[in-house]
């Protein structure tokens, strides 16, 4: 499978970005029906990019491989908890974006698949190998199979070390030289997240 890149928009078009040289062998396409990712999107009010049952459609991939091509300005950020992970937003018209770790100990980013634009985005991005937390789904006519999670959190370790060898393994468009969030993320109160959490 030839590598492409692919466009990332929001839903106003303000921000945009670009995955490069995507492809199954440079990320991992998985669906998570958490709790955790459904609070997410209410916090922005964008519980309209959710699958139907509750569920966000993920590519994981890394860092290094995504640059901001404009609206950089409109980055926003926020966390559930302390130490959760770090939910990227386009602060513009609220579309959730990306989500990362607290630092960079781990290269790892979750794109939002419905923000990537054209016609190759199910090539580039390949198959699901992996849905997890269906016990968080909305409830639905089919019982959904949860799978992969040993095999996307392999994929990601894979990954983290391949940059390492690489020299690339801090880089990326969300953390400054000093391993420090471009944007300071809001870290929610425990009475916003419990009000966000289905």
Not at 2 to 9: F, L, M, V, Y
Not at 74 to 83: D, E, G, W
Request: proline letters at 6%; glycine letters at 12%.
């Amino acid at each position: 499978m030839a590598k492409t890149d692919i466009a990332i928009a929001c839903r106003c078009g303000e921000f945009g970005a670009v995955l490069k040289d995507a492809s199954p062998k440079t990320g991992s396409h998985v669906q998570c029906y958490c709790k955790d990712c459904q609070a997410g999107a209410k916090v922005v009010g964008a519980e309209d990019t959710l699958m139907p049952r509750g569920g966000t459609d993920i590519f994981q991939t890394l860092p290094a491989g995504i640059e901001i091509t404009k609206g950089a300005e409109k980055l926003a950020a926020f966390r559930l908890s302390p130490r959760g992970l770090i939910r990227w937003y386009a602060g513009c018209c609220s579309t959730p974006v990306f989500n990362t770790l607290g630092n960079t100990k781990l290269s790892f980013v979750g794109l939002f698949v419905n923000t990537m634009q054209g016609e190759d985005v199910g090539k580039s991005i390949g198959k699901v190998i992996a849905v997890n937390s269906v016990d968080g789904a909305r409830p639905g006519p089919e019982k959904l199979k949860e799978y992969g999670f040993n095999k996307a959190g392999f994929n990601i370790v894979a990954r983290h070390f391949g940059a390492l060898l690489r020299g690339d393994a801090k880089k990326g468009p969300f953390f400054d030289d000093a391993g420090q969030p471009v944007v300071e993320p809001r870290v929610l109160s425990k009475e916003e997240r419990k009000a966000a959490t289905p």
